[in-house]
């Protein structure tokens, strides 16, 4: 068994997921997971599924040499951003995933939210 980084203050009430030596860029990877922060967990499938339809847009914040500027981007109060589709596909299996550890605990997937998301 592998080692989180940081573990749930009640465990009986999360579930976790994790995935490693995933062939997908780091930096791609780490704005999309910090634009599912505190999301509601059926709020962030869709919006990567809007992201990988193009209907909405992952803002770049901190890799953002030579991004280009999107309109889109506005919604979230920034100029630039991607639609990283690798990126989001992997997240949203690992979302998927995390969904059903919860749906084995017993745990409402209805209310679920996305607490901490850390990509290394």
């Not at 080692?3 to 749930?8: G, L, M, Q, T």
């Not at 919604?75 to 995933?97: A, I």
Request: a positive charge; aromatic letters at 6%.
């Amino acid at each position: 068994m592998g080692r989180y980084s940081i573990e749930p203050d009640n465990a009986t009430k999360s579930a976790k997921a994790r995935g490693t030596n995933l062939r997908v860029h780091f930096k791609n990877t780490r704005e999309t997971a910090n634009a599912l922060k505190r999301m509601p967990l059926n709020r962030a499938k869709t919006y990567l599924k809007n992201v990988i339809a193009k209907k909405e847009i992952i803002p770049f914040r901190r890799f953002m040499g030579g991004v280009g500027n999107h309109a889109q981007a506005k919604v979230h109060g920034t100029s630039q951003g991607r639609w990283p589709l690798k990126s989001c596909e992997f997240l949203l299996d690992m979302l998927k995933n995390a969904e059903s550890n919860a749906e084995y605990k017993g745990l409402d997937a209805d209310h679920l939210v996305i607490d901490h998301i850390q990509v290394q």
